[in-house]
């Protein structure tokens, strides 16, 4: 099941440069992505946020060489959730929650 909810294999780099591309269309929504890290058979977590087109994680090292991949370890991405920017304390910016990672891949999705 969890194969199912999770990051279904295209490679994460490609997902993530896509959810920039797509970002950067989108100045007003901020895409919070959460899943782990596989680090010697722990699981550690990972939280991105993509906004404006840039991703950067709160919980781990972000590459800014963008010749090279964004993250520079081996993940899984289980929840994507958007809101609109900019965040306050509130859930009120709270737009919409998918566990699907090719459901954001849909620009109208982000609205």
């Known amino acids: 099941m969890e194969g199912t909810l999770a990051f279904q294999r295209m490679e994460e780099s490609d ?8 970002s950067s269309k989108i100045p007003d929504k901020i895409l919070k992505i959460e899943g782990y890290i596989n680090k010697a058979n722990q699981r550690e977590q990972l939280e991105i946020i993509i906004f404006k087109g840039i991703s950067s994680s709160t919980t781990h090292p972000t590459e800014i060489d963008v010749e090279k991949k964004v993250f520079e370890f081996d993940y ?7 809101y609109k920017a900019p965040l306050t304390n509130t859930e009120d910016n709270f737009i919409r929650e998918n566990q699907n990672s090719s459901f954001f891949l849909t620009q109208r999705n982000w609205n």
Request: glycine share 0%.
């Open 15 to 22: 997902l993530i440069n896509c959810l920039e591309r797509i």
């Open 76 to 82: 899984t991405l289980t929840k994507f959730r958007l």
